[in-house]
């Protein structure tokens, strides 16, 4: 019987340290090839290297123990590759959103520029939408789901506007709520979810937030503040206009969507100025 590599030399071979092999011993990861009855000392083998290394890659990466393991004991490649390309799929997700966060941070702790808000009146229409009560963790696939469906069925019809949203306030107080997705085009059909619908006529606080989605809340922050500032009380839900969308151009710099939000005046105050119309 050969000797093997002490759990010092197989340390040095791959990299890792003698606490993280013991730690991978303790865990399952990787068993030592053989353990000394008598001294307790662990031994490896050359063909345990690779093994080892996988499971160090597969640790930086945050993959949790349990798919290690799933990982590991898989002997089909495609399966294995599956395993690592979800949990890739969900880094990329978290970095994501870490980026957003990191966007949204910059702006909020820069220097408060005043929006540019209008009010305007928005005359009662008929459009092509579909609606839903949604989880506010659904909203992105529910509303590329609509979308997709709602350009499926106004393809032929003339354009007259470009897309929107209204979003419930349950929505983002409570979690869930009611969402409506909607394209204005001459005669709207009715085919699978898709549904004519009359938007009523509506007072509208609207500012035009710049670029993608990842701060789009600090733009939403500033709109609400300037709503109270003047006296004003949001009565429905949110709404958005998709002005220019990722379909129409891939330069995140160039999209552009309204927020607006259905207002009514509060008893006028007189430190606060009166709105221009």
Not at 15 to 40: A, F, N, Q, W
Not at 58 to 74: F, N
Not at 126 to 144: P, Q, S
Request: proline content about 9%.
């Amino acid at each position: 019987m050969t000797r093997g590599l002490t759990i010092g030399e197989f340390a040095e071979i791959t990299h890792l340290s003698v606490r993280t092999l013991r730690r991978y011993h303790e865990s399952g990861l990787l068993e030592p090839d053989r353990v000394d009855p008598v001294s307790g000392y662990r031994y490896y083998t050359a063909a345990q290297i690779p093994q080892a290394q996988v499971i160090h890659r597969l640790r930086e990466l945050d993959v949790p123990l349990a798919v290690v393991r799933q990982i590991l004991a898989t002997s089909d490649a495609d399966a294995r590759a599956g395993l690592v390309a979800g949990h890739l799929r969900r880094l990329e997700d978290e970095l994501d959103r870490t980026r957003a966060a990191v966007v949204s941070l910059r702006r909020l702790l820069s220097p408060a520029v005043p929006p540019e808000v209008v009010l305007r009146t928005e005359p009662p229409r008929l459009v092509a939408a579909v609606a839903g009560v949604v989880g506010h963790d659904e909203v992105l696939t529910w509303y590329a789901d609509a979308m997709a469906e709602l350009d499926e069925a106004v393809a032929g019809h003339e354009r007259l506007g470009p897309p929107g949203g209204q979003y419930d306030n349950a929505l983002f107080r409570d979690g869930r709520g009611p969402v409506l997705v909607y394209r204005s085009v001459a005669d709207p059909p009715e085919r699978g979810r898709v549904r004519p619908v009359e938007l009523p006529g509506v007072e509208l606080a609207a500012v035009v937030h710049h670029g993608s989605h990842d701060d789009i809340d600090v733009t939403y922050g500033r709109l609400g503040a300037w709503v109270v500032d003047h006296a004003l009380a949001v009565d429905g839900p949110v709404h958005e206009t998709y002005l220019v969308t990722p379909a129409d151009t891939p330069d995140r710099t160039a999209w552009r969507t309204e927020l607006a939000w259905p207002v009514f005046r509060l008893n006028p105050s007189p430190n606060r100025p009166t709105p221009n119309r």
